[in-house]
């Protein structure tokens, strides 16, 4: 038996935080714990095998977290894995009951709305990439060549598709934002 696993797209698989943190936690019930937490988290992600335990992670969207943020976890016993773009991602293991890091629903509410931000400036980004190439593509049709044309409306495809699915995502956590 193997003692690492690779998953794919494991962001996109689990939108809200809470689903994203509670299919963590099944892996770890399952022996199979991230050490890591980075860049590219959300597309591939590694396990390694361990004992299997009862963890609680917390997925915490943060683009400029006070100076002491990272030193207030750690001192109600959270263990830092890292970040992803402009995500936290903490991890404590227990033993009876499960630990929070929200206190409260409007604090759960809060971080929901920060992971929809953080979508956002994806979507606009996009948004504006096919509309700017939409536009130049309109103004210099006519002097483009042929293939030239073919790789910008290809990559006007691909965009658009991406942003349609950020504006799916966004809609998705906006109707489950207090979960």
Known sequence: MSNKKTIFFSAFRYLLPSDYENWLERMAVDGWLIDRFRQWSSIVMTFRRADPGKYRFVYDPQVSPREE??????????????????????????????????????????????????????????????????????????????????????????FGVIMLALGTVMLFLRKNETH
């Open 69 to 158: 943020y990272i030193d207030t976890y750690k001192q109600f016993g959270w263990e830092y894995l890292g970040r992803m773009a402009s995500a936290h991602m903490w991890r404590m293991k227990y033993e009876g009951e499960r630990p929070e890091a929200f206190s409260d629903q409007d604090s759960i509410i809060k971080r929901n709305k920060r992971t929809i931000a953080a979508v956002s400036v994806s979507f606009t980004i996009f948004l504006v990439t096919v509309l700017v190439m939409g536009a130049l593509l309109l103004v210099y049709n006519n002097s483009l060549s042929a293939p030239d044309r073919t790789q910008i409306i290809i990559a006007e495809g691909l």
